[in-house]
């Protein structure tokens, strides 16, 4: 439902208006009334109505001043529809300049009403879904970008673009929490988490990075514990009793290091997968804090070499490199290995890496690739394989998603062709090469050109002059325009050089052609009229 504010000094307007149509019945509710524009603004504050129908006479505040201040104040996300006893150019030129949906004149007609209000709620419905589709991308690349944070290996745009939303915290932390119970019990536990702990910012609550379905990783900052007016114990203990309401299963928490920058958060989260490895070795119970465990057996390693490993198997696919492909995840699991990483935390590297290659492959066509999907490497238990079963898996793996990006570049290549065709029959007669193509249609010129000849069957040097000869032979048959000139019309500057190309192609000089048109289309003299 769309929610109303209905604002007019004149009660029985108000009245009238609750009872001129049956709101509900077109997608709308009324969710307050106001006589006048200060009252508004504090049903706004409080309501945070979707729409506001004002009346623009009122006492204290009146409709445009009203208006004015929604377009200052809330940036367009609230509309605005005006009342109006009469139709003046001052007040329609002030509604534009404010960004009003609409004006209505009174008295009110029904159809008219409706009328607006079916437009205001099909523009609605699409900015709604619009915002939607938006706010699910911008999670998405917070996401990926955090996850490359906390994995050590993030670039500096993703830092850049994380920093906003934690540039007032002086403390962060990465908490791991896992639940025991059934499949079918998790789904309401997860949104639970998010209800719990509010949406400050995005890309606080990450449920799927940890790859465990029964997992949700949490970003707490100390502005996130100062706000409950608690210390970090205090914060945690009221999330756990929360959280394991109603659950009838066991849920452990993993408390990590603390950190005092975006770029350090990744040893935070590395504590995480610590204490889930040390927690055999303890009787903490259901509360791990790494600052309260005995961690001397491990140290922090930088998470650069992983990245390393994983650039190389990338690079190979986008470059086609198949045959080395099984090397590349022969390394990688080599590390994993030689480095004795837990196989959760590997599961979680491999999965930042399949992410990382879906995005590669669905990059141009903007959409998901089940084939992809159903792939062994994306459904099978790393921990239960071999080594050498996981290294054919991530090689069949990346060897299709090489496949998959191969056949969408030749699909680009073939649509990029086409156009680079109708741009060559528009601008032969122009000084036109491979280089001048490939920054117009922005492709490296020396692939163009191989691109080009294998399509074409021919070089693009040889098909430009194809088209120009035949252009000129066709001015030769049909005009008396000189040998030059020609030249000139169709792209050579040195006629000399026209006329031993149009030889080599035509068997013949332009002049021998042009004579042997004349003859074959002039009347034979002996021929008489019957």
């Keep these: 439902m769309i929610n109303v504010l209905i604002v007019d ?9 609750l009872l001129l149509i049956e709101w509900e019945s077109y997608g709308f509710q009324i969710c307050g009334q106001a006589s ?36 200052e ?28 949906d609409d004006y209505i004149l009174k008295p009110i007609v029904k159809t008219e009403l409706v009328q607006v209000l079916e437009d205001f709620r099909d523009a609605f419905n699409v900015r709604t879904e619009e ?9 998405m690349i917070m996401t990926q970008h955090m996850q490359s944070i906390l994995l050590g290996v993030a670039e500096e745009e993703a830092i850049t673009s994380l920093q906003p939303h934690y540039q007032d915290a002086g403390i962060l932390r990465c908490i791991q929490i896992e639940s025991e119970a059934a ?69 452990a928490c993993y ?47 930088q998470g650069q070499f992983e990245k390393q490993l994983f650039d190389g198997l990338i690079k190979s696919i986008e470059e086609q490199q198949t045959d080395e492909l099984y090397s590349h995840a022969k390394a990688i699991f080599q590390f994993f290995l030689n480095e004795r990483i837990d196989p959760s935390i590997v599961r979680i590297h491999l999965h930042y890496l399949a992410y990382h290659l879906l995005d590669l492959v669905n990059s141009d066509t903007g959409s998901s690739n089940f084939g992809l999907m159903e792939s062994t490497f994306l459904k099978e238990n790393y921990a239960m394989l071999s ?62 050109g191989q691109i080009f000849k294998k399509h074409y069957a021919i070089s693009f040097s040889d098909y430009l002059n194809q088209l120009r000869i035949e252009e000129a032979a066709r001015l030769l048959r049909r005009t008396d325009q000189r040998v030059y000139e020609i030249a000139t019309m169709v792209g050579y500057r040195d006629s000399d050089y026209f006329i031993s190309r149009f030889e080599k192609l035509m068997g013949e000089t332009p002049a021998q052609y042009r004579k042997s048109a004349y003859a074959a289309y002039s009347p034979d003299p002996t021929s008489c009229t019957p």
């Design 387 to 448: 080594m050498e079963e996981n290294i054919e898996n991530l090689c069949e793996f990346s060897l299709i998603c090489a496949e998959k990006l191969k056949e969408q570049q030749k699909s680009n290549a073939m649509g990029v062709l086409a156009k680079i065709e109708v741009f060559i029959h528009e601008h032969y007669r122009e000084n036109i090469n491979l280089k001048l193509l490939g920054e117009q249609f922005y492709m490296n010129s020396a692939y163009l």
């Design 183 to 251: 499949p079918e019990q998790r789904n309401d536990w997860c949104a639970q988490v998010e209800a719990w702990v509010g949406k400050p910012f995005l890309g606080q609550v990450l449920k799927p990075f940890t790859g465990d379905k029964n997992a949700v990783l949490l970003i707490v900052t100390d502005l996130m514990v100062n706000r409950e007016a608690v210390d970090l114990e205090q914060y945690m203990t009221r999330l756990h009793a929360e959280l394991s309401q109603g659950q009838g299963a066991a849920i």
């Design 131 to 139: 915002k939607r589709h938006q706010q699910k991308k911008d999670q």
């Design 73 to 100: 104040q809330y940036n367009g996300d609230i509309k605005l529809i005006l009342l109006s006893g009469f139709y003046e150019f001052g007040y329609a030129k002030q509604a534009i300049k404010y960004q009003v």
């Design 9 to 17: 000094d004149e009660p029985f307007i108000r009245q009238g208006l």
């Design 255 to 301: 408390v990590g290091k603390e950190v005092h920058s975006l770029e350090a958060l990744h040893e935070s989260y590395q504590s995480c997968g610590i204490m889930k490895s040390l927690r055999f070795f303890t009787t903490c119970g259901s509360m791990y804090y790494f600052e309260h465990m005995d961690t001397t057996l491990f140290t922090n390693r």
């Design 36 to 71: 006048n524009g200060v009252q508004a603004l504090e049903c706004i504050r409080a309501m945070q109505p979707d729409l506001v129908i004002s009346d623009i006479k009122m006492p204290e505040m009146d409709g445009m001043q009203l208006a004015k201040t929604l377009y």
